[in-house]
């Protein structure tokens, strides 16, 4: 068994994945004890699930179109008694799983989120990372990469199936809740920084999350699970 597992969804990722694993590698690198890494392989055509393996990743395969449910799937699979999710297209800081480890030792956390940098810059993505980051300081929320430990994971019973978009700030406002009632925070590791993808900006153009504005409804009917026209186009058919 190992100390922390760190789980990445994967829906057709062998471009980005040998990258974000390498940069796990070597965060754990810099810790004294066990992680493993599990790559839960959805839907996938291309050869992320072999790419997985030959890393030495354990390789789960759920072919649900919900990305809660694959994140649930990859957390079953796991044996850490700490849990870090990130995404596939994502660079872990070298730094990223000794703060982890650090802050849940005190006992004081109840787990958190991390701040992020963009791959490359731009106005418009400044812009949106702007807002971004606003709503974050808002909120409390912490986003790009989430852990907690598996037994608090297990007591707010993981990510809501239920949901098509957005499962990953409702965890986290259900873990901070939880952490409230035994004393304990949840924060977001600035320390330690993701650094995310701009691969959405680049097939939908820099300024294209402003576009949304104009289509309001396809959001929110993704968010209800009414219609996934938003949610299809933007999360579970892309790739890139």
């Not at 852990?147 to 297990?154: M, S």
Request: proline content about 2%; overall charge positive; hydrophobic content about 40%.
């Amino acid at each position: 068994m190992s100390r922390i597992s760190v789980v990445i969804p994967a829906h057709n990722e062998q471009r980005y994945l040998p990258a974000c694993i390498d940069s796990i590698k070597r965060a754990a690198g810099s810790i004294h004890c066990g992680v493993e890494i599990v790559v839960v392989a959805s839907r996938c055509t291309d050869a992320t699930a072999e790419v997985a393996a030959a890393s030495g990743a354990i390789v789960v395969r759920d072919d649900s179109r919900n990305i809660a449910t694959v994140r649930n799937a990859g957390i079953r699979a796991s044996t850490g008694e700490i849990v870090v999710t990130i995404d596939a297209d994502s660079l872990m800081h070298h730094d990223a799983l000794g703060e982890v480890e650090r802050h849940l030792a005190t006992g004081r956390y109840v787990g958190g989120g991390a701040s992020f940098v963009p791959e490359r810059r731009s106005i418009g993505i400044d812009t949106t990372i702007a807002m971004v980051r606003l709503s974050m300081l808002i909120t409390g929320l912490g986003g790009a990469m989430y852990w907690f430990r598996r037994n608090d994971f297990d007591a707010i019973g993981g990510f809501d199936e239920r949901l098509t978009i957005a499962e990953d700030l409702d965890f986290a406002r259900r873990l901070r809740e939880f952490g409230r009632r035994s004393g304990r925070r949840f924060i977001t590791l600035r320390s330690a920084p993701v650094v995310t993808s701009c691969r959405k900006f680049d097939r939908f153009g820099d300024w294209h999350v402003f576009g949304m504005i104009r289509h309001p409804g396809e959001v929110r009917a993704s968010m209800r699970g009414t219609d996934t026209v938003f949610a299809d186009r933007y999360f579970y058919d892309f790739s890139g």
